[in-house]
Every structure is written in C-alpha cells, then in structure tokens.
C-alpha cells in the first residue's frame, strides 16, 4: 500500500533507521519520546547504529540540532526561522518522526486559517442533532498533540493573520484548552510540545507578537555556508527523490550539481564566488530547495524524452524556469549573468550558455 503514496511520512520512509536506535537505546528517554535526546541527534546528523547507516537527515551545524533537540526536552516551544530553502519543515518533520514516531500533526499556515484549526471545531450536523459533546467535537493537531503528549508541527506561522497566531499564546503558556460550550479544559500530558516554522522573507507580512515570540525558543536556520555544503545537501535530497519517483535518469554529475549551486549561490549573492565581480540579484530567492527541484525536473526530462543523463537542455530549461519567473527585471538580470559571467567562463560552460541563451531570446 505503501509503495502507492506519492509521499510517505519520514518516520516511514526511514523506520528502519529509527527501529534500530529506538532497539539500541542506552541512555534516558524523555516522557513521551522513542528514543534519547543523543539518538536524535544521530538521526538527525546521520551516523550508525548496530550495522545500520543512519542517513544525514540535516547537513550543516550540529550545534543548532542540540539546541533544536534540548528546546524540545524542556516545555518551550521551538521556532525555526531562516529564508526559503535552509531544511526549517524538514528538519521540523524529521525531529517529530525521531521524538515521536509521528510527524502528521501538522497545520499548515495560510491567510486562510482560522483560530479553530488551531484550537478545535464542531461537527455541526451532530451539534445541531445532540447538542455540544465529546462526540462532536473535531480536534485540531494541536488538541490531538496536547492529549496525546506529543509533538505538534506549525508550518508557515507567519502566514497566518496575527489574531489567529496568537490563540498559540494560551496554549503555550497554560498548556491546556478551554472547552466552554462543554464547561471543562483539556490539559496536555508530558511530552507535549510545538515545532513552528517561520519564514524570514514573510517577515512584515503578519509579524508574531512579542508576547507569543516569549513562547518559543527561536533558533535560525542558515543558508549553506559553503559550495561544498550545498552541493552535498542537493545531492543527498536528489538520490532520496528519485529513489522515491523511480525517475528514468541517472542522478546528476558532481559537475552538473555544481553548476546549478553556483549559479544560485551567485545570483543570491550578488558576486561571484571568487568575490571578484559584482553582479545584478534576482528578486526569486533561487534556494537550496529549488535548486533540489531543478535538477529532479531536469532528471525527469533527461529520462523521459532523453537518454536518461542530463543534457545541457534540460539543464537550462530548468534554469529558466527557476530564475525568470514573474519579475521582469529577473529576464534581465539573468541575460547580463549569462553574457558578462557563463560566457566567459570556458568551454565548460559554453554548451549550457548557448542552450540558455536561446531560451532567453
């Protein structure tokens, strides 16, 4: 059944992993967690466990994993902030998978959502037939979290208008939900928690309160600080989705992912990595994520209506997708990227700059 999902949970796609930590475990556990805060972090940063290579879930500083993983033992709240594409709702699916063995309960935040999916709602057929109960009650992730003492995830907070972020605020602080239609309060068990994440390029869009911030333990996600970090990270994502999509492709060259991350890295930037020229930013953020996504869509077209390697067309037709989207300045700054930087970078680079230049006009 499983093989028929389009996407399976973490703590399924990886339960041999945390079967075998949870089976090895010799240090103390939490209320209401699977595994030692110690083997969390090795799920997280990868290791091996009694002949089981534990994959590297997150790649970068394992000192922002500790504090993420201590945040969660105490009772505060954690929030993971960084810009678009630095692992925030990876990482958060990956610590309730370990913790938990459920990283389900999640609402994702939008303009859209209302204080109820925070809190709870009614099934109003059997609200009107019987009258407010138990029974017709539909609980939120939260609530659900809270009774079982467990890990609720919070995607996108900062989406979500300021009057609904903050019905949060009574939760965190009492660590209980008032029921008044029924008269009584539902208090959470131990173990009970919320990973929220934030987006740094939402910020001034519905900023959180002061009072709720006080509720969280912030920690920042950074972008990768290297090339080699980067790549690494598209890399291990990209041999994990295409296992997971059967693509008809090879998984792309070192030298194919290092064209995609230098690209990105020096649009972001605004230089180039040698820091010896000064170039135009685009107004698209072009982060490790997308750069994850361009190359399992070239992959795509490379084994779907090419030989299955990657092509410099199909690499272009990514690019191009990625880097021009609505902004016109972005056309621009792309055609004086490609004219005053690919171009002259050697016969390396030609091919994809001739298959990028015809794309662009």
Not at 38 to 63: A, D, F, H, Q
Request: glycine share 8%; proline share 3%.
């Amino acid at each position: 059944m499983s093989e028929e999902l389009q996407r399976l949970p973490a703590e399924v796609m990886f339960q041999k992993e945390i079967d075998a930590l949870i089976a090895a475990e010799k240090n103390p556990v939490p209320t209401g967690w699977k595994m030692s805060p110690k083997s969390v972090l090795t799920y997280i940063m990868g290791g091996e466990c009694n002949g089981v290579k534990i994959m590297p879930k997150y790649i970068g500083n394992k000192r922002i994993v500790e504090i993420a993983i201590a945040t969660l033992v105490t009772d505060r709240a954690l929030l993971l902030i960084g810009e678009p594409g630095t692992a925030k709702s990876w990482l958060s699916e990956h610590l309730c998978a370990a913790i938990n063995g459920n990283s389900t309960c999640v609402i994702q935040g939008t303009a859209g959502t209302t204080e109820e999916q925070i809190r709870y709602s009614w099934n109003y057929a059997m609200l009107i037939a019987e009258g407010p109960s138990d029974k017709a009650i539909i609980k939120s992730p939260v609530f659900e979290a809270m009774e079982e003492g467990k890990i609720a995830r919070f995607e996108e907070i900062s989406r979500c208008a300021s009057e609904v972020q903050d019905a949060l605020i009574s939760i965190l602080s009492e660590k209980r939900i008032s029921i008044p239609e029924l008269g009584k309060e539902s208090a959470a068990k131990k173990g009970f928690s919320i990973i929220a994440t934030a987006n740094t390029r939402d910020r001034g869009v519905n900023d959180m309160s002061a009072a709720l911030k006080r509720r969280f333990n912030i920690v920042v996600l950074p972008s990768p600080n290297t090339l080699e970090e980067e790549m690494d990270i598209v890399k291990t994502r990209i041999e994990k989705l295409s296992e997971g999509m059967a693509l008809l492709s090879k998984v792309p060259e070192a030298e194919v992912i290092k064209k995609v991350c230098t690209i990105f890295r020096e649009l972001r930037q605004g230089e180039t990595l040698d820091g010896k020229q000064k170039i135009k930013s685009t107004a698209n953020v072009l982060s490790t994520a997308e750069a994850i996504s361009l190359l399992t869509n070239s992959m795509s077209l490379a084994g779907s209506f090419g030989d299955g390697e990657i092509s410099d067309a199909d690499l272009a037709a990514g690019l191009q997708g990625a880097i021009v989207k609505e902004d016109s300045k972005d056309s621009k700054v792309w055609e004086e990227y490609l004219e005053n930087i690919m171009k002259k970078r050697g016969k390396e680079w030609i091919g994809l700059y001739n298959e990028c230049r015809m794309l662009n006009g």
